[in-house]
């Protein structure tokens, strides 16, 4: 599959009190800012027009913006983030993706979904249970999923407390393979797939990005870039240390499609 676009939306002024999990310090706004422009410009490197949604200082998560809607076979669904202070992002992502051309469907109530837990992978579309997306959520999404064609599997990924979404451990590279942290490795959904593990030291690397040529991931990670290198792979690596302190990986920032 070929991208050819993706919604991005750049920190605002609260985003140093976004969420977090990992005590890994106060990410830096003007870091934050400059680390985003490059993810941008990689996006564009590879051949995408960007929809530059304006930042939000209401919203300080709101740069996450891939896991508010998901884009599939010219199709899109908003969803409901699991994060109650994340609600509030749905309706100018829907609005931006109306802007485009698209009629959103939604997941609905008492449903939550993030779609930082959807892995497409070809006609095949991993669907994680995670602390942000519950049952109903990943149930609603397989049914929209089956209907336009593609075929979902639910991965139950609330067991694994190092992720925070089912794509912080697992991402699809295309030709059959997806890169994953160690403790996903032998998961029986992906059974059908070669696995490339990333190392344990360098389990924030499984959340790469495979854009037509080349694959985003994130700066240092020396193993997980060999790998991909000697596999053929093209990484562009991208500094994302300030995305990281709020759990946030490169997948994150864009809705790609
Ligand atoms: N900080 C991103 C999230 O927790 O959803």
Not at 15 to 22: C, K, N, P, T, V
Not at 175 to 181: A, K, P, Q, S
Not at 240 to 251: R, T
Request: charged fraction near 25%.
């Amino acid at each position: 599959m070929r991208f050819t676009r993706a919604i991005v939306r750049p920190p605002g002024a609260t985003f140093a009190h976004g969420l977090s999990r990992e005590p890994l310090g106060t990410p830096n706004l003007e870091l934050a800012l400059l680390q985003h422009q490059r993810y941008c410009d990689a996006l564009l490197e590879c051949g995408l027009a960007l929809t530059r949604m304006p930042a939000s200082d209401e919203l300080a998560d709101a740069p996450f913006v891939e896991d508010t809607a998901l884009i599939a076979r010219g199709r899109a669904i908003t969803t409901r983030p699991g994060a109650p202070s994340r609600l509030g992002e749905v309706a100018d992502v829907h609005d931006a993706l109306v802007a485009r051309g698209f009629e959103p469907d939604a997941i609905r109530e008492p449903g939550t979904l993030d779609a930082g837990d959807v892995c497409e992978a070809g006609d095949i579309v991993f669907v994680g249970v995670s602390e942000r997306t519950d049952e109903d959520g990943a149930r609603q999404l397989a049914t929209w999923l089956r209907a336009i064609g593609l075929a979902p599997r639910v991965v139950d990924v609330r067991g694994e407390r190092s992720i925070l979404h089912l794509k912080s451990g697992v991402s699809w590279l295309g030709d059959g393979r997806l890169l994953v942290i160690p403790e996903l490795a032998g998961h029986a959904a992906f059974a059908d797939f070669e696995t490339v593990v990333v190392d344990a030291s360098e389990a924030y690397a499984a959340n790469a990005v495979r854009v037509n040529d080349r694959v985003l991931l994130a700066a240092g990670h020396p193993l997980a870039e060999a790998k991909l290198r000697d596999l053929g792979y093209l990484p562009l690596v991208l500094d994302m240390s300030e995305f990281a302190k709020l759990d946030g990986g490169l997948s994150c920032l864009s809705l790609r499609f």
